[in-house]
Nanobody, 125 residues
Framework: QVQLVESGGGLVQAGGSLRLSCAASGRTFRSVAMGWFRQAPGKEREFVSAFRYSGGRTYYADSVKGRFTISRDNAKNTVYLQMNSLKPEDTAVYYC??????????????????WGQGTQVTVSS
C-alpha cells in the first residue's frame, strides 16, 4: 500500500502564499504522474495541477495558471504545490494523488490510484 501525506495548509490572507507538500511512502510502485486536487464546501472536487514523470510535463487548471507551481523532489519522494497570490476562492481542502502504473488522463480524479487525507487551505479576504 502507498501512503500520501499532505502538509502545509493553513490560514492566509488574500495575496499571500503557501507551499503544500505531499510525502509518499510505503510499497514501491511505478508512479507515472502526481496530481493535486481540491474540494471546496458544497462543490465538486476539481483538478488543480499535475505532472508526468515521463517527460516532466506539467498541467494546471486555468484558475491557478500563473499563480501555482507544481514541483517534486525525487530524493525525498515529495511533491510540492507552491501557491502564490492566493484568493478567497482558493479556499478548499487540497488533496494529492498518485497515478500508477497505468497512465490515464491527469485532469480526472478517477485516473489516480492513491490519495492523501487532504490539507485545509483557507484564504481570508
Amino acid at each position: 500500500q502507498v501512503q500520501l501525506v499532505e502538509s502545509g495548509g493553513g490560514l492566509v490572507q488574500a495575496g499571500g502564499s503557501l507551499r503544500l507538500s505531499c510525502a509518499a511512502s510505503g510499497r514501491t510502485f511505478r508512479s507515472v504522474a502526481m496530481g493535486w486536487f481540491r474540494q471546496a464546501p458544497g462543490k465538486e472536487r476539481e483538478f488543480v495541477s499535475a505532472f508526468r514523470y515521463s517527460g516532466g510535463r506539467t498541467y494546471y487548471a486555468d484558475s491557478v495558471k500563473g499563480r501555482f507551481t507544481i514541483s517534486r523532489d525525487n530524493a525525498k519522494n515529495t511533491v510540492y504545490l507552491q501557491m502564490n497570490s492566493l484568493k478567497p476562492e482558493d479556499t478548499a481542502v487540497y488533496y494529492c494523488a498518485a497515478m500508477g502504473p497505468i497512465s490515464r488522463t491527469v485532469v480526472s480524479g478517477t485516473g489516480y490510484d492513491y490519495w492523501g487525507q487532504g490539507t485545509q487551505v483557507t484564504v481570508s479576504s
